[in-house]
Nanobody, 117 residues
């Protein structure tokens, strides 16, 4: 059974930085695309950044040049380095793993990120 466990959220001032981590188990992590999504109350969950098994990355325009996604296949972990944080980055951040050969998405429990002075 695939499990994803996020960590690293919290409260940070505008302009600050946070690093989110997501540890995966129950699957061969290196085979799959992984990523981060975020959701605010009353809105849909939106893609923030993804990274493929080959290391190709994609970002939503709102975070380009501020956030960096990376993965460590030896540790079965995906990271999201968030810099120059803005109040509009406040959301619950979810880790995602997409298993293409079964077309299944797996989600972590979410971690709250609050950007406020």
């Amino acid at each position: 059974q695939v499990q994803l466990v996020e960590s690293g959220g919290g409260l940070v001032q505008p302009g600050g930085s946070l690093r989110l981590s997501c540890a995966a188990s129950g699957t061969i992590f290196s085979f799959h695309r992984v990523g981060w999504y975020r959701q605010v109350p009353g809105k849909q969950r939106d893609m923030v950044a993804t990274i493929t098994s080959g290391g190709n990355t994609a970002y939503t325009d709102a975070v380009k040049d501020r956030f960096i996604i990376s993965r460590d296949n030896a540790k079965n972990t995906v990271y999201l380095q968030m810099n120059s944080l803005k109040p509009e980055d406040t959301a619950v951040y979810y880790c995602n793993l997409y298993r293409a050969f079964t077309a299944q998405n797996y989600w972590g429990q979410g971690t709250q990120v609050t950007v406020s002075s």
